[in-house]
């Protein structure tokens, strides 16, 4: 009995069949190729990780934004140092012509306002070329001395564009915001709707230092304000100081351009990305903070951006973070070359949103995640379908041999139809000696039976079970099972499985016949 | 087995749909633009309703209004119609810009812009006070929203026209009538040297002045030069060539600001424009009192003004840019909000409910006295002028702005022969006259 168990246990023991275990090979195949296109993939930088991606777009956005604004300012610097000098010439010239000193210009509105309008060519001639949104100069004159905080007024003249849009700048209109209406009227510019005849140098931050610079250097002389408002009206603006020097390296008074921030936010659009839309600033950089308040945004189309407060900054290894608390930025900033009038620092600054950001994120997990179940789920279609081509013949085969057909089926396959062919041509009763023994005991277990109870092992060899058995012979279920323990008893069997081993055992040996001999 | 994978199936796509809603909320908030004319050069009170719009109702909706654009109603005229074209260098247009019925009509495509109707019910629309929605109904289409109107009134600065008055007599009611207007023009030249009017809109002056006396001033596509017209066109002329009436070009604001002039004719939303100090050449300033006024009329003439303001339209572009702006605009409508809105740009709102229960207790609360006069002004005229609006025709624009130019430059030319003594102001009234029909046409 307990080779007859380890028999049983060996046929157990053989474990998954061969479509199972095909299907396994071919599943396994899959997962290893997408490994392979997974590494592959990695190794080639397309799917590297959404923050080194960003890494990399910021990287080449930041060099973008910084070289745009050094141009910028760089050229605005330029242009502004060639107008001084313009200036400065025209104001000896001028001086010259009429004979009079610099001094003597206080309280002569007439001959200010015909400076101004000599004066005007140089300054317009320049907004034409630059890339600001104004221009201006102011001297260190005033037509009434006499008047309180006179030392502030500036005599000179501040062109600005009116309703600057975004469209090329010759189409613009100019409008005069500093400058005495005599000049503005000559010269048929429209006056601001808050104009003044003279500029105010206690609202310009840093034009004192600068109109009354000492060097020779022009280039030295140079600040940009801080982002200030622009007096009585509704915009922020910052603005380039360069000194006016007269022939003999005198400070006369200051000149400059303005770029305001609605001219600032037109010049510089969102660059669309896959992380959310790129910004651009120009920031001053305090310490570990990005002040906003200070800065000129570029567009801000597809963000919550505006120009308050300020953004404490963290670096990070993939990029700099930016947050106040409740809006956060992920983003590159570089220092600026350019003198500012409160000493901080300016910044080109370059901005994603992080709500953004995380968007893309979890959307490429997501989409990654769908894709990997979707293909393991299409692989797993394949792979059952293909073992099941391959199975199929092979079991077509087996089932002919079981079915004891003459002719053997060929399964496709050499290797298993040789095998076949081989226990098909094997003489009979060449089991081996254990086998052919413990048969041999069963069949005579077997002729001890009685009659009813081998009508019973004659329905158990017909293929039907336990249950089918009380409808078939006509009997109680509770008989079934004293006949079954007695079956089981004389067989010698523990169980219906041990018994259903043997019935298959003698029928693929073609000796079933033995069991019902009496 | 089946079921089981289907059911997984759609939970994956549930999964993917319900973060895909979230990312959307989250960040990356709709954008659109907006190019208005409430504030221009000056402080917009309309940039500060919108970051209070952007900080709410668009926070929670995920919508942002970004004023890309604060112009004067012909510069943003001109730009949309090249924006529409395509001209070279053009703009993109903006998802919404404030026009009058001549931008819409100069279009060249009207389904551009969108048809309110589409987007306001009937009852909404009917939450406006009519004359206001009819003047944006454009080809069967509601293409123009109205957000504030204005008129035409005259603005005064008391404190020179008190001091030159206490030496020559002139009184307010002269302020009334054009020809007392014109009388007092003449007289404070002779006494100052100085322009006393200046006048922002002389084609408006003629065209509500003719209707006013009972002529067309319309005929065909140009203007009809009949005897009402001649009536206005002799004191005007008249005081002009005498030197009594401005004639530079821009805004009458500019004149008003040096003390170059010290009654203007103008928008009563330019009340935002005016200061309450004038500058001298010599750099002294001086606080002043500007007042308004009716806009006068002709003696024997119909109480007639002239009903402006631009209203609001919509550029066509997808469902979600188009309910964002409508949810801006029903925001902007809304009573109570257009009300604070108006107030603070001196206009009048557009809404029965903002007229009938709003207006009076914001205008009790008014602290500027230039806007509290303009109110009272207002009111007057409420209930003694007939609101005219301009017909809508598609050469309106060309109509307008050759008139104003040859009007002034006419005018300009007659008044430097006649300092040249080149003949009477009686003569070179009709010379001015017939040289301005012959160049402007009929």
């Known amino acids: 009995m307990r080779s007859i168990r380890e028999a049983i246990q060996q046929k157990s023991a053989t474990g998954p069949?061969?479509?199972?275990?095909?299907?396994?090979?071919?599943?396994?195949?899959?997962?290893?190729?997408?490994?392979?296109?997974?590494?592959?993939?990695?190794?080639?930088?397309?799917?590297?990780?959404?923050?080194?991606?960003?890494?990399?777009?910021?990287?080449?956005?930041?060099?973008?934004?910084y070289a745009a604004l050094d141009s910028?300012?760089?050229?605005?610097?330029?242009?502004?140092?060639?107008?001084?000098?313009?200036?400065?010439?025209?104001?000896?010239?001028?001086?010259?012509?009429?004979?009079?000193?610099?001094?003597?210009?206080?309280?002569?509105?007439?001959?200010?306002?015909?400076?101004?309008?000599?004066?005007?060519?140089?300054?317009?001639?320049?907004?034409?070329?630059?890339?600001?949104?104004?221009?201006?100069?102011?001297?260190?004159?005033?037509?009434?001395?006499?008047?309180?905080?006179?030392?502030?007024?500036?005599?000179?003249?501040?062109?600005?564009?009116?309703?600057?849009?975004?469209?090329?700048?010759?189409?613009?209109?100019?409008?005069?915001?500093?400058?005495?209406?005599?000049?503005?009227?000559s010269l048929q510019l429209q006056m601001h709707n808050r104009w003044n005849p003279e500029l105010d140098a206690a609202l310009i931050p840093g034009s004192d230092r600068v109109s009354t610079y000492q060097g020779s250097r022009l280039a030295d002389g140079c600040l940009w304000t801080t982002r200030t408002e622009l007096l009585d009206t509704w915009e922020q603006v910052t603005l380039l100081c360069v000194p006016v020097l007269d022939g003999g390296g005198a400070a006369r008074g200051f000149c400059g351009m303005e770029i305001s921030d609605l001219y600032f936010s037109l010049s510089h659009s969102t660059v669309p990305s896959a992380f959310g839309n790129m910004l651009t600033l120009a920031a001053p950089i305090d310490g570990d903070s990005l002040v906003l308040s200070g800065a000129m945004l570029g567009a801000t189309d597809g963000s919550r951006l505006t120009a308050n407060g300020i953004l404490h900054i963290s670096d990070g290894k993939y990029y700099t973070t930016y947050s106040d608390g409740k809006n956060t930025y992920l983003g590159r900033h570089q220092l600026l070359d350019a003198a500012t009038s409160d000493g901080i620092?300016?910044?080109?600054?370059?901005?994603?949103?992080?709500?953004?950001?995380?968007?893309?994120?979890?959307?490429?997990?997501?989409?990654?995640?769908?894709?990997?179940?979707?293909?393991?789920?299409?692989?797993?279609?394949?792979?059952?379908?293909?073992?099941?081509?391959?199975?199929?013949?092979?079991?077509?085969?087996?089932?002919?041999?079981?079915?004891?057909?003459?002719?053997?089926?060929?399964?496709?396959?050499?290797?298993?139809?040789?095998?076949?062919?081989?226990?098909?041509?094997?003489?009979?009763?060449?089991?081996?000696?254990?086998?052919?023994?413990?048969?041999?005991?069963?069949?005579?277990?077997?002729?001890?039976?009685?009659?009813?109870?081998?009508?019973?092992?004659?329905?158990?060899?017909?293929?039907?079970?336990?249950?089918?058995?009380?409808?078939?012979?006509?009997?109680?279920?509770?008989?079934?099972?004293?006949?079954?323990?007695?079956?089981?008893?004389?067989?010698?069997?523990?169980?219906?499985?041990?018994?259903?081993?043997?019935?298959?055992?003698?029928?693929?040996?073609?000796?079933?016949?033995?069991?019902?001999?009496? | 087995m089946k079921k089981r994978i289907v059911l997984c199936l759609l939970a994956l796509a549930?999964?993917?749909?319900?973060?895909?809603?979230?990312?959307?909320?989250?960040?990356?908030?709709?954008?659109?633009?907006?190019?208005?004319?409430?504030?221009?050069?000056?402080?917009?009170?309309?940039?500060?309703?919108?970051?209070?719009?952007?900080?709410?109702?668009?926070?929670?909706?995920?919508?942002?209004?970004?004023?890309?654009?604060?112009?004067?109603?012909?510069?943003?005229?001109?730009?949309?119609?090249?924006?529409?074209n395509s001209d070279p260098g053009a703009p993109s247009l903006p998802d919404m810009f404030v026009s009058y019925p001549k931008t819409v009509l100069?279009?060249?495509?009207?389904?551009?812009?969108?048809?309110?109707?589409?987007y306001f019910s009937q009852e909404e629309l009917e939450t406006f006070i009519p004359a206001f929605v009819e003047e944006g109904q454009i080809g069967g289409r509601q293409a123009i929203l109205p957000l504030a109107k204005s008129t035409e009134v005259l603005f005064v600065n008391r404190t020179l026209f008190d001091r030159w008055a206490a030496t020559s007599g002139a009184s307010y009611d002269d302020l009334t009538t054009w020809e007392g207007i014109y009388a007092l023009a003449e007289r404070y030249a002779a006494d100052t040297g100085k322009c006393f009017l200046v006048n922002d809109y002389h084609f408006n002056y003629f065209q509500v002045g003719v209707e006013s006396l009972g002529e067309n001033f319309f005929q065909n596509d140009g203007v009809r030069f009949g005897p009402a017209f001649e009536r206005a066109w002799e004191p005007y002329a008249h005081a002009a060539l005498e030197g009594g009436v401005w004639l530079q070009d821009g805004y009458a604001t500019e004149s008003l600001r040096t003390g170059d002039t010290i009654v203007s004719v103008a928008s009563s939303a330019s009340v935002l424009y005016y200061s309450d100090t004038v500058t001298y050449s010599d750099n002294t300033s001086e606080q002043v009192t500007i007042a308004?006024?009716?806009?006068?009329?002709?003696?024997?003439?119909?109480?007639?003004?002239?009903?402006?303001?631009?209203?609001?339209?919509?550029?066509?572009?997808?469902?979600?840019?188009?309910?964002?702006?409508?949810?801006?605009?029903?925001?902007?409508?809304?009573?109570?909000?257009?009300?604070?809105?108006?107030?603070?740009?001196?206009?009048?709102?557009?809404?029965?409910?903002?007229?009938?229960?709003?207006?009076?207790?914001?205008?009790?609360?008014?602290?500027?006295?230039?806007?509290?006069?303009?109110?009272?002004?207002?009111?007057?005229?409420?209930?003694?002028?007939?609101?005219?609006?301009?017909?809508?025709?598609e050469n309106y624009l060309d109509l307008e702005t050759r008139f104003e130019n040859l009007s002034r430059l006419k005018l300009m030319a007659g008044r430097a022969q006649f300092q040249e003594g080149a003949g009477t102001s009686e003569e070179l009234v009709w010379d001015t006259l017939d040289s301005f029909k012959l160049d402007y046409g009929t």
């Open chain 1, 17 to 65: 069949s061969m479509g199972l275990r095909l299907l396994l090979y071919w599943f396994t195949m899959v997962l290893l190729l997408m490994a392979a296109i997974l590494s592959t993939l990695m190794a080639t930088g397309v799917l590297s990780h959404p923050a080194h991606q960003l890494s990399g777009t910021l990287d080449i956005q930041q060099r973008n934004t």
């Open chain 1, 72 to 185: 910028q300012m760089d050229s605005l610097t330029a242009q502004g140092m060639a107008m001084s000098e313009k200036l400065g010439k025209e104001l000896d010239a001028f001086l010259a012509a009429k004979g009079i000193t610099f001094d003597e210009l206080n309280n002569d509105p007439d001959t200010i306002a015909e400076l101004e309008k000599r004066l005007y060519t140089p300054l317009s001639n320049t907004l034409s070329a630059a890339s600001c949104s104004g221009i201006f100069f102011g001297l260190n004159i005033t037509a009434n001395t006499s008047l309180p905080n006179a030392e502030n007024f500036r005599a000179g003249l501040y062109l600005r564009y009116s309703g600057l849009q975004p469209t090329v700048a010759s189409e613009q209109d100019v409008i005069c915001f500093r400058g005495a209406a005599e000049t503005a009227r």
């Open chain 1, 345 to 518: 620092p300016l910044a080109a600054v370059t901005l994603v949103p992080d709500g953004t950001f995380r968007s893309y994120e979890k959307g490429s997990q997501i989409a990654w995640f769908l894709g990997a179940v979707l293909f393991l789920l299409a692989m797993l279609v394949v792979a059952t379908v293909l073992s099941r081509q391959f199975v199929k013949p092979i079991n077509k085969s087996l089932a002919a041999v079981r079915g004891g057909a003459t002719e053997m089926v060929a399964s496709g396959i050499p290797e298993i139809d040789e095998l076949l062919a081989a226990i098909r041509n094997r003489p009979a009763g060449t089991l081996p000696p254990d086998v052919e023994a413990r048969l041999r005991g069963f069949a005579e277990r077997a002729s001890t039976l009685t009659g009813t109870e081998r009508s019973i092992l004659q329905y158990y060899m017909d293929g039907y079970t336990v249950k089918d058995i009380p409808e078939l012979a006509c009997i109680s279920a509770s008989t079934v099972k004293t006949h079954n323990r007695n079956l089981y008893r004389k067989l010698d069997v523990d169980s219906f499985d041990e018994l259903k081993v043997y019935i298959e055992l003698f029928a693929s040996c073609g000796r079933s016949g033995e069991l019902l001999s009496k």
């Open chain 2, 14 to 84: 549930l999964l993917s749909v319900m973060t895909g809603c979230g990312r959307k909320k989250d960040a990356d908030p709709l954008t659109v633009t907006l190019w208005h004319v409430y504030g221009g050069e000056v402080d917009s009170p309309l940039n500060g309703l919108i970051e209070q719009f952007n900080s709410t109702i668009g926070a929670e909706q995920n919508i942002r209004v970004k004023v890309e654009l604060v112009s004067n109603s012909g510069s943003i005229h001109k730009s949309v119609l090249a924006a529409a």
């Open chain 2, 106 to 118: 100069a279009l060249p495509d009207q389904d551009m812009i969108v048809d309110y109707r589409d």
């Open chain 2, 292 to 393: 308004s006024m009716p806009y006068p009329v002709f003696e024997g003439g119909e109480k007639l003004v002239m009903q402006r303001g631009v209203g609001m339209c919509t550029t066509r572009s997808t469902p979600e840019r188009e309910q964002a702006c409508i949810t801006f605009l029903k925001w902007l409508t809304s009573p109570q909000r257009n009300v604070e809105f108006v107030t603070s740009l001196g206009y009048m709102p557009v809404t029965r409910e903002a007229f009938d229960t709003y207006l009076p207790t914001a205008v009790e609360q008014l602290s500027n006295p230039m806007y509290i006069s303009l109110y009272e002004t207002y009111l007057q005229m409420q209930g003694s002028y007939t609101f005219y609006y301009a017909p809508q025709m």
